[in-house]
């Protein structure tokens, strides 16, 4: 059985938690929150950082690898398409997503932030 560990506010947890439904794979879930991060989940998640499950054979983090991993290990419904232009597509797309939307409007989320506090402060 696997367990996703994690919250479900970072998009990557629930990039990984949607990906284990359309599967139909049995999974638990566990609270991690990266803030409070200790040699146990440095042990599975080298950077402290959330998601990363824990399987039968170890723990996996990085959640593109994750991704990779529960569509070759599980049967069912599959999630890359068989045609290589077309999966090809599919991962530029998750780069895409991943390098130049995710991390820039997070970016932009913590100015959002410290504006916010500075106006607070005022
Ligand atoms: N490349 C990682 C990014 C994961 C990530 O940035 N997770 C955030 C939460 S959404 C986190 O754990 N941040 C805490 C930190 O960076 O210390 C992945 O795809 O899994």
Known sequence: MITLHG?????YYNKVKLALLEK???FTEEFVHP???DAAV???SPLGKIPFIRTPQGALCESQAIMEYIE???PGAALVPAEPFAAAKM????TFI?????LVARELYTRK???AGQKAAR
């Not at 919250?7 to 998009?11: C, G, T």
């Not at 991943?98 to 995710?102: A, G, I, R, V």
């Open 7 to 11: 919250f479900p506010i970072s998009n």
């Open 91 to 94: 991962r530029e797309l998750i």
């Open 72 to 74: 070759a290990a599980y």
């Open 35 to 37: 803030k409070n991060a």
């Open 42 to 44: 440095f042990a599975m």
């Open 24 to 26: 139909s794979v049995p």
């Open 113 to 115: 932030r410290a504006g």
């Open 98 to 102: 991943d390098l130049h939307l995710e």
